[in-house]
């Protein structure tokens, strides 16, 4: 699973770039498969990738087109795959989202993240002994009927509140 330390993010989207090149030869964030949730206001920069969850939500695809490969990983089938959205509207964190008629979420590069690689900050780490170790439960009633970017937003600021008040009662004291 790729772990995220949102206390070393400077929002680069340096992650975003590798991403999207690995994937499609194209740089660009539509086309990237973890998504950096800027929110200026509060100070946030938070990459949301798929966090491989216990519930495995993605997996209830009516048309069978996602399955679970080895590494723990979201495969989709691209011939089985209707772009029907069930899975972009069941993931609580909003880390799959259509685009180019595909469904796009993170697939661990077949092992080899390429955006843990480009993060020269130590940002994001990949830990494949994590995988499933996560529950998204909580996000999922609140998530309904949000939109992928929505989602990530909600997701970022709940992961993120931890480090904010760590930073706010220094600043207090």
């Known amino acids: ?9 400077s929002g680069c989207s340096r ?3 590798a991403c999207s090149f690995f994937h499609s030869g194209k740089v660009g964030r ?3 498969r973890v998504k950096v949730v800027k929110m200026e206001e ?3 920069d938070f ?3 798929c966090q491989h969850c216990v519930e495995r939500y993605c997996v209830k695809c009516p048309e069978h087109a996602i399955e679970i490969g080895p590494l723990g990983q979201v495969i989709v089938s691209p011939t089985l795959c209707t772009t029907c959205g069930a899975c972009e509207a069941l993931c609580p964190i909003g880390a799959i989202e259509l685009f180019e008629e595909i469904p796009y979420v993170c697939d661990l590069c077949g092992g080899n993240p390429r955006c843990v690689k480009a993060c020269t900050l130590d940002a994001i780490r990949y830990e494949p002994e994590t995988t499933g ?3 998204l439960e909580t996000f999922r009633k609140k998530s309904k009927n949000l939109t992928p970017e929505e989602k990530r937003v ?3 600021l709940t992961r993120f509140e ?3 008040e760590t930073w706010l009662s220094k600043r207090r004291a």
């Open 1 to 9: 699973m790729i772990v995220v330390d949102a206390a070393k993010c």
């Open 15 to 17: 992650c975003e770039v």
């Open 30 to 32: 539509a086309g990237s």
């Open 42 to 44: 509060f100070g946030i």
């Open 47 to 49: 990459p949301v990738v």
């Open 133 to 135: 170790n996560v529950s």
């Open 154 to 156: 909600r997701f970022a």
């Open 162 to 164: 931890p480090i904010r």
